[in-house]
């Protein structure tokens, strides 16, 4: 197959293009715009495959993207360009509608035109993979709040976005929902859990308490640190990608999560036990720790039920949250210069998201 992957030099994407190049036979069209997130050395081991290519095209230049389709005439489409911080959303929306939603729709277009040029064989196998987020979903009940079993996200929980970011991100999959309904494009959707892995760019929880922590900076934890996330191994979920592209029904809806569901303040004390061990000093890491206050209508928990993807597709996450967290700590150890150049003149580890602009975590 060749595979247009957009995003594909961000966190998730970049991902998906390793596990692409390294464990199939498959071609990867990499069209990304290059943001602050974007970076190719996160493809350094991949970008020399003569089955790999790269273009730099902004999703929301339908004649670029017009180009590249004919240019390249792919079999399947795995879209994960978007603007994904919540926090970078509350203090600039606009980016978001614009990439999230404008971007995805031209995508949709593009894709559209070039899948009614193909002959009948061609268009019943093509597939439009738009990959999406569990924070779609909303809020889930805190242990805090109702006791007993807890429910979880599946492919049928309603839509309740709550910040910028989620409600972009909803947008974008009802359009893609909407272009199987009304036109007969071939799309699946996947929502995912929080990811976490080697190569995520530092504005992110676990990075930048691994960083902070290393330079003696606080390790700033929202509101009381209960908020609860179920984490996903990154190269677990681009195996998990790879085979909805590949063994997905069309017009359906997985859910994809890593059965680890752990509050915040668990897992920056998690981090700071593993560098206690790994790169000791006078003092413990978690004496780091300082509280902030809550990023405007944080949500409490996520969760997601993953039954589908194990039922259907023979899906499983391999990393045990404990085991993919340490290996996440030796990367971030062992490739500091990355994470220099990354952030250089683009994030300093400010803090973002604040009603109060002045607000920081220093």
């Known amino acids: 197959m060749k595979i247009l992957v957009t995003g594909g030099a961000g966190f998730i994407g970049s991902a998906v293009i390793r596990h692409i190049i390294n464990n199939t036979s498959d071609s990867v ?3 990304d715009k290059l943001t602050y997130a974007g970076n190719l050395e996160s493809l350094a081991l991949v970008e020399n495959s003569e089955r790999y290519s790269f273009e730099q095209v902004n999703i929301c230049n339908r004649l670029e993207l017009d180009r590249v389709f004919q240019a390249y005439q792919p079999d399947a489409i795995m879209h994960l360009a ?14 978001f509608i614009q990439t999230n939603i404008v971007g995805t729709y031209n995508l ?5 035109e070039y899948w009614n040029s193909l002959d009948i064989g061609a268009q019943k196998s093509f597939r439009f993979h738009h990959i999406s987020t569990d924070e779609v979903y909303g809020d889930l009940p805190h242990p805090d709040e109702q006791q007993g079993d807890l429910p979880l996200f599946t492919e049928q929980t309603s839509y309740a976005p709550s910040s910028p970011y989620s409600a972009s991100k909803a947008s974008s999959d ?24 080697p190569y995520h760019f530092p504005e992110k929880l676990i990075p930048l308490v691994i960083l902070n922590a ?5 390790l700033p934890i929202y509101g009381k640190g209960d908020q609860i996330r179920d984490w996903l191994y990154v190269e677990d979920h681009a195996r998990a990608l790879y085979k909805v592209v590949t063994e ?8 994809i999560g890593g059965h680890n569901e752990k509050q ?46 194990k039922k259907e597709l023979n899906w499983l996450p391999e990393e045990r949250f404990e085991t993919g967290l340490r290996k996440t700590v030796e990367w971030y150890l062992s490739n500091h210069e990355w994470c220099s150049r990354v952030q250089d003149g683009s994030y300093q580890r400010e803090r973002l998201g604040t009603l109060n602009s002045t607000e920081e975590a220093k």
């Open 29 to 31: 069209i990499n069209v």
């Open 82 to 95: 978007a603007e994904s911080h919540v926090d970078r959303s509350i203090t600039g929306p606009a980016e």
């Open 108 to 112: 949709l277009e593009a894709a559209r």
């Open 174 to 197: 009802h359009l893609v929902r909407a272009w199987l309904r009304t036109y007969g494009l071939p799309i699946i959707v996947t929502n995912c859990s929080n990811n976490y892995g």
């Open 214 to 218: 290393l330079e003696g900076k606080s």
């Open 248 to 255: 997905g029904v069309v017009g359906e809806t997985y859910n």
């Open 264 to 309: 915040n303040i668990e897992v920056v004390e998690t981090i700071c036990t593993i560098l206690d061990e790994l790169r000791p000093k006078d003092t413990k890491y978690a004496e780091q720790i300082t509280y902030v206050t809550d990023r405007p209508g944080h949500d409490r928990r996520y969760a997601i039920d993953s039954t589908k993807m």
